[in-house]
């Protein structure tokens, strides 16, 4: 960076005024994404997030705060969980479930089971040699779409949740104890 003229006299003259260069350096040797915070963190959640605006209540005094929650369909798929921080905060039933079939026969076929097998193998080469380089192991994880949504009906007077992962799509409901403004 070179510095001209008078802002350059100007900028020597006040010692409080220091001169950056244009580009920010790395002056502790380690690149952006290899500190141990990124490498050894724990992974990002498998579950989408729904966020709640409001507190939802029911009419028995209890109360689901607003916030980001988890949202996971329970094993046996009869209940969507609302999880906090990993806590459960709320289970509210299923009402409908609908599991897609068509990538069923996709994963069994002997065709994608080798190639599965053959992308695993080069994923083990890789974290072998990087294990002798001293470097952490790569994890190759499929990206699975996911998304859980959460809106007013006006009829019935209820919130409906929406969660889909992957080929299971859920719908529960939770019973509005009030209506509110902001969902006319």
């Known amino acids: 960076m070179i510095l001209e003229g008078m802002y350059f006299e100007n900028a020597i003259m006040h010692s409080e005024t220091r001169v950056y260069p244009q580009y920010p350096t790395i002056t502790s ?3 952006e994404g290899t ?3 990124y490498r050894y963190g724990l992974r990002e959640s498998s579950y989408p997030t729904l966020v709640i605006v409001d507190e939802l209540q029911d009419g ?17 798929r009869q209940f969507l969980l609302l999880l ?3 806590e459960l905060r ?10 897609s079939m068509d990538e069923q026969p ?21 974290n072998r040699k990087r294990e002798r380089k001293g470097m952490p ?22 919130f409906l949740i929406r ?7 859920a719908w529960a409901a939770v019973k509005a104890l009030e209506f509110r403004q902001e969902y006319k």
Request: hydrophobic share 30%; net charge negative.
């Open 35 to 37: 500190d141990a915070v």
């Open 84 to 86: 906090e921080a990993k």
């Open 106 to 126: 996709q994963v069994h076929d002997a065709k994608s089971l080798k190639a599965k097998r053959k992308k695993d193998k080069e994923i083990w080469k890789t």
């Open 60 to 76: 028995k005094g209890h109360y689901i705060p607003a916030g980001h929650y988890e949202l996971a369909l329970s094993d046996d």
């Open 163 to 169: 969660y889909e992962r992957g080929d299971v799509k």
């Open 29 to 31: 040797g380690l690149k």
């Open 90 to 99: 709320a289970i509210i039933p299923v009402f409908k479930l609908e599991v």
């Open 137 to 158: 192991p790569v994890n190759e994880e499929e990206q699975i779409y996911q998304e859980a949504s959460i809106e007013y009906n006006k009829d019935g007077k209820y």
